[in-house]
Antibody, heavy 120, light 112 residues
Framework: EVQLVESGGGLVQPGGSLRLSCAAS????????MNWLRQAPGKGLEWVSY????????YYADSVRGRFTISRDNAKNSLYLQMNSLRAEDTAVYYC?????????????WGQGTTVTVSS | QTVVTQEPSLTVSPGGTVTLTCASS?????????PNWFQQKPGQAPRALIY???NKHSWTPARFSGSLLGGKAALTLSGVQPEDEAEYYC????????????FGTGTKVIVL
């Protein structure tokens, strides 16, 4: 079964850091691009970051550029999001999603999400 | 900043048909934006329905169809079922290194 499982969410103070993980199984992780997306409470979906299969291409949304870092370990079938200088507006459910790089925007498999709360 | 706009909410009767649209602040939506559609029910992760304007995933029910309509991307639900009540999001691809992906504002479909 193709599956993505996020972890690492929690409560963190403003200005703090958190590292999210996304464990992939059931498919050849190293051949797919990946994305992080988020959804603030009661709000819509927001794309956060993209990483190509070899990590050679990385993109960030303006709202997180310079504070968040996406990375992956293909040997461990894992995707990561290092979040620094966290703000209240980063509070959201964070999802990872598989991306068919050959077909732009095709995100067919999503994880169940992990919740990040930034609050003092 | 690019904005992708959808209807806030639409109401449809069971068995009826409803069309959701997805408009870009940059101009007409074409196939080059590779429109995707996702369904999200409360407390659940989004589920992919349509990619590249009109292509269905293997799990997408036949009553869902995607198209381009009057310069917008469109999602049509035909023969609506009660379980189709959900939030629907479109996703457009803008390419480049600045925010290549932008989600729409979302449409709440109410089956009444």
């Amino acid at each position: 079964e193709v599956q993505l499982v996020e972890s690492g969410g929690g409560l963190v103070q403003p200005g703090g850091s958190l590292r999210l993980s996304c464990a992939a199984s059931g498919f050849t992780f190293s051949t797919y691009s990946m994305n992080w997306l988020r959804q603030a409470p009661g709000k819509g979906l927001e794309w956060v970051s993209y990483i190509s299969s070899s990590s050679s291409t990385i993109y960030y949304a303006d709202s997180v550029r310079g504070r968040f870092t996406i990375s992956r370990d293909n040997a461990k079938n894992s995707l990561y999001l290092q979040m620094n200088s966290l703000r209240a507006e980063d509070t959201a459910v964070y999802y990872c999603a598989r991306d068919f790089a050959a077909v732009p925007a095709l995100m067919d498999v999503w994880g169940q999400g992990t919740t990040v709360t930034v609050s003092s | 900043q690019t904005v992708v706009t959808q209807e806030p909410s639409l109401t449809v009767s069971p068995g009826g048909t409803v069309t959701l649209t997805c408009a870009s602040s940059t101009g007409a939506v074409t196939s080059g934006y590779y429109p995707n559609w996702f369904q999200q029910k409360p407390g659940q992760a989004p589920r992919a329905l349509i990619y590249s304007t009109s292509n269905k995933h293997s799990w997408t029910p036949a009553r869902f169809s995607g198209s381009l309509l009057g310069g917008k991307a469109a999602l049509t639900l035909s023969g609506v079922q009660p379980e189709d009540e959900a939030e629907y999001y479109c996703l457009l691809y803008y390419g480049g290194a600045q925010a290549p992906y932008v989600f729409g504002t979302g449409t709440k479909v109410i089956v009444l």
